[in-house]
């Protein structure tokens, strides 16, 4: 079993920054993938970030240069870095990971909310 508990999220200006922080407890040396999902009002939800196991990371052009994934071990925390945030950002941010007996686990989520 896996938790995750995200945190950091609140109300930033466009253009502004704020890192999300992903703190996995219970069994994390079974992980071997975590990413940052996102889901606005009205919209499905979308991966922004993944990092496996060997620090591959992944972005969609929607947000590629302007957030990095990251963590302070191979596991645990995971970090979310947004620089240049635009309206269009604010959504929940949840946290993902995924075991090597393929349990997928999600975090609360976190609300990020870009407006002047």
């Known amino acids: 079993q896996v938790q995750l508990v995200e945190s950091g999220g609140g109300l930033v200006q466009p253009g502004g920054s704020l890192r999300l922080s992903c703190a996995a407890s219970g069994s994390i040396f079974s992980i071997n993938y975590m990413a940052w999902y996102r889901q606005a009002p009205g919209k499905q939800r979308e991966l922004v970030a993944g990092i496996t196991s060997d620090s591959t990371t992944t972005y969609p052009d929607s947000v590629k240069g302007r957030f990095t994934i990251s963590r302070d071990n191979a596991k645990n925390p995971v970090y979310l870095q947004m620089n240049s945030l635009k309206p269009e950002d604010t959504a929940v941010y949840y946290c993902?990971?995924?075991?090597?007996?393929?349990?997928?686990?999600w975090g609360q989520g976190t609300q990020v909310t870009v407006s002047s």
């Open positions: 993902f990971a995924r075991t090597t007996n393929f349990r997928a686990y």
